[in-house]
């Protein structure tokens, strides 16, 4: 049952991406989408077996590097934080596999889609069973792959592959620091293997990293190098840029893979090494920082972009940072809850987008939009949904993970937990804000299509709905379902060691206990976000425009993104083809071939002539030189075996 | 089975093939089919000894095996020695596989003096094979310099149209590297009086010598590695060689510099290399970063890769001299790797200028549109090259930089940087050569590869993936001499430090 929910999204993508061609799109369709549902019910029956039977376990695969002590082996680690992830991702994958069907209708490379998808599925699963941080390195750069040619998959686009290369390249700086945090691993517990490093940890707390001359505090560099990976993956602030960008793919791997599933590798690692991180303090403070302010900042560009998708993808990593933050605070279980309420209702809006924009013949900028709920009410209901529990409402999923979190923040008393928390506050607020503003946009108010795309707007066909609904159900009910086992009564029962908080860090724990207005605060940061939404874009639709101007500054600063591509452009992109050049034309040719290989070939041409000029002919000339020479040669040997010189 | 003298077989029997090659008589059209076919033949051949070669060796010897001593000149003491130990294994292999590749590479696009050509490939492999076998210094000397002879011919007479001034600077490269090291290898013989090299190994000399030793030898193998600054005849060299130069060129030769290092420099002069290892981090760091650099603006498909292969090798040094069991078997792990990556990457431009003629990356775009088995291969490569976990290419770099971290965390550091670049540079060879739209007409009516180019990538991009998932093969293999080459270098350095104390 472990191997049939891993390796048959591997199976089927072999299969159909050999020979999608031979057997054709609808075959291609059937197989990777029943490959993957037959993966999904494994899953939910490991979580069966694994969670409520306590049951988790190791399988060997196979053997696969072997240097001195350098070892590491393929195999599958199936524990409750495992499996929780496999759930997610083959849920969401199902769904989305099944949606594409439809989505994808009228594009010519249907099977080459289809198997890419699996392919990302299979990478995704093989990072989160992974027993070891190199395997899991594998289904980290595996995701990135699939990732890269998904965002690319429309590659006759300039645009799609400019997206793709950015996020593979933004990617391995990532990996930059994941890679060296592997490193240092080995170098400080003699292994990668999960269990040899965190059964270590406490005999490693007072070790330190040499770097330099100075003595660095080796878990702290340890997880802050993790972190570096972690933001790459995961888009936080800094590495964040290649995830907008990233929409240039079609809207299902959106949904799959930048909302539901890869984007949240990041969160997996920091809770699969929470038995480090609890004694790396310093490191968490970092990355409750960092999640702080990219739930702020990704809030505020969401709320001018005019891109649906784009809204929602900076939506993603606002609520990325949420995750973040509550890791920060070793509030572990509550970020994985909300990796998967959120895992539902973003894929929900994603896919929801994505039905609009099909809707209305692959129009993205929701300033064409508007007056669709009539047209297709089936989306705009499900959409509402999405919405709603994004906006934090209660009976929604979205509502009681994203209190937690905030709820944990608060409880952690520390100022970075504060800072955390009031970020988190704010940035609720505006969640709800552009929430709404993208639904009043994209559905109420005249329509302001053009007239032929209007006459072409219709509701999606059954097979991209039905994956709506399932993805709904998951956006309602998962909150209140699972909210014992994730973070309530159940929970130490439920992770069982999978894990690690420390006694006086248990900010779950003290989250129970917090002051009533804490616990009320987000719900009316929501509320009010959805009401001031309906006054700006439904009732007096003239006062966007008039805050504009008044905040002119700001509203240039969210909507350019606060110039991070900018910036990055200048500093990175410029500089590296600046000093290639440099290199190249002053290095290489000019100085090294300069002195080098051409600058000797014109030297012995000059010296060819000179000695040409020498040779005049005259034997004693000749004879002279002869003399010469041969008396030179005799002194230096006489002087070498006096031991006169050498 | 153990009379057969293999290693001998395995280094003469092109020569053979090329004694049949001057046979072949009948008009200019027999004689260029005849010839491809006997020199496939003959490399096909030879690669099935090396298969058995591989079959027979057993992993856990840490020696030398299937020995063969002959005396050669007796006055001097200098005999015919070959041998195979877990270090040569793979390169051995490596080169038998690689020619028949390059033989069925240039198949139909080389048409002028083919008798010549597949010559010089024949005796190119006896080189190479020799070079990796031989067990005596001069024995070595003589293979290691022969490869120029016929590397500089192929580029020389069959190469673009800058190949002459190409031709001379490999040529004036190497033969300045390789005269100094002569002179190191004459002053070895006089002072230790053998020119075994077992021999030499067990018998090291004193601290000084070794030192200029030491560096004599590293002006030779630094060059063929090659490493920054004199890399600059490599990008020019490929680009000037026709195809399968290039594939033997980045498959086999520049293994040579690193085969020398482990071969002679670290285990004969392990002080010297001691000494040397922060220069030979400095070298290796400014490659990666600067050759990396230095690749992402070119615009020739070939000068690009060539550049990146540089990188590359950035990686083998730095692995090979962090003197860990990890960066050691990185860096022979990443020789053989990049070997077959790089091999396959310029056959992949190879296919395309057979088709357009032309190296120049805007010349191309939007090829996977007529080309889709092509770009798949090509994709993968090109993932290998970047180092993407499960392919070759990561075991190698991962472990090189693994090593490197212990000794060194700066040195590292910086040169895990090089990921970033190398694959910001691979990523836009691909984007401008594969995918985007198709702005040339011409590149419009290129035909997907053929089976003939199918039938030599494959096996490559197979064994890509294969070494990525399964690297246990070889490791397993070059571990145990790798561990006794260690083991030898850290006594030399502690005897020296004992005495040191006892002083």
Known sequence: MDYIAVFTPLVTFLFVGLFGKSIGDKASQFITCAGIIVSAVCSVMLFNDVILHANSRILFLSSWIDVGTFSVEWSLRIDQLTVVMMNVITIVSACVHVYSVGYMSHDKAKARFMAYLSLFTFAMLMLVTSDNLLQLFFGWEGVGLASYLLIGFWNHKESANAASMKAFIVNRVGDFGLALGIMAIFMIFGSVNFSTIFENVQAHTGDVIKFLGHEFHALTVIGLLLFIGAMGKSAQLGLHTWLPDAMEGPTPVSALIHAATMVTAGVFLVARFSPLYEYAPDALMVVTLVGGTTALIAATIAMTQFDIKRVIAYSTMSQLGYMFFALGVSAYGAAMFHLMTHAFFKALLFLGAGSVIHAMSDEQDMRNMGGLWTKIPVTYCLMWIGGLALAGIPLFAGYYSKDMILESAYADHTWFGEYAFWAGIAAAFMTAFYTWRLMILTFHGKSRAPIEVQKKIHESPKIMLFPLMVLAMGAVFSGAYFYDGFVGEGRTHFWESSLHVLPENDTIENAHHVPEWVKSLPLVMGVSGIALAYVFYLFFPVLPSIFRKIFMPFHLLFYRKWFFDEIYNVFFVKTARGLGKLFWKRGDKALIDGLGPDGLSSLSHRIGRRLGQMQTGFIYHYAFVMVVSVVGLLSWVFLRTNGGIL | MMDMPLLSLLVFLPLIGVLFLCLIKGGQETIAKNARHTALFTSLFVLLLALMLLVQFDPSDAGFQFVEQLTWMPSLGLSYHL???????????????????????????????????????????????????????????????????????????????????????????????????????????????????????????????????????????????????????????????????????????????????????????????????????????????????????????????????????????????????????????????????????????????????????????????????????????????????GTSGFVGEFLALLGVFQTNIFVAMCATTGVVLGAACMLLLYRRVVFGSITNNDARAMKDVNKRELLILLPLVLMVIALGVKPNFILSRTGPALEKLQLHYEAQIYKDTGSYNNE
């Not at chain 2, 007479?157 to 800058?162: A, D, I, L, Q, S």
């Not at chain 2, 002569?182 to 075994?196: D, E, K, N, R």
């Not at chain 2, 200029?212 to 600059?232: E, I, Q, R």
């Open chain 2, 83 to 389: 041998g195979v130990d877990g270090i040569s294994l793979f390169f051995v292999v490596l080169s038998a596989f690689l020619t028949p590749v390059c033989i069925l590479a240039s198949w139909t696009s080389i048409k002028t003096r083919v008798r010549e050509y597949m010559i010089a490939f024949l005796v190119l492999e006896t080189f190479m094979i020799g070079t990796f076998l031989a067990l005596d210094s001069f024995l070595f000397y003589v293979f290691f310099e022969g490869v120029l002879i016929p590397m500089f011919l192929i580029i020389g007479v069959w190469g673009g149209e800058r190949r002459v001034y190409s031709a001379f600077k490999l040529f004036l490269y190497t033969l300045l590297g390789s005269v100094v090291m002569l002179i190191a290898l004459l002053t070895l013989y006089f002072q230790v009086g053998t020119s075994s090299i077992p021999e030499l190994i067990a018998s090291p000399v004193g601290r000084d010598l070794q030192m200029w030793l030491w560096l004599a030898c590293f002006a030779s193998f630094a060059v063929k590695m090659p490493m920054w600054p004199v890399h600059t005849w490599l990008p020019d060299a490929h680009v000037e060689a026709p195809t399968a130069g290039s594939v033997i060129l980045a498959g086999v030769l520049l293994k040579m510099g690193g085969y020398g290092f482990l071969r002679f420099s670290i285990p004969m002069f392990p002080e010297a290399t001691e000494y040397f290892i922060p220069f030979v981090y400095a070298l290796s760091v400014i490659a990666i970063i600067y050759t990396s650099l230095v690749a992402l603006v070119q615009e020739d498909m070939k000068k690009l890769i060539a550049y990146s292969s540089v990188a590359h090798m950035g990686f083998v040094t730095l692995g090979i001299f962090s003197m860990t069991t990890q960066g050691l078997q990185g860096g022979v792990f990443q020789m053989i790797s990049h070997g077959l990556i790089s091999a396959a990457l310029f056959l992949c431009v190879g296919v395309v200028y057979d088709r357009l003629h032309t190296r120049e990356m805007s010349k191309y775009g939007g090829i996977v549109k007529n080309m889709p088995r092509y770009a798949t291969l090509f994709m993968i490569l090109m993932l290998g090259s970047v180092g993407l976990p």
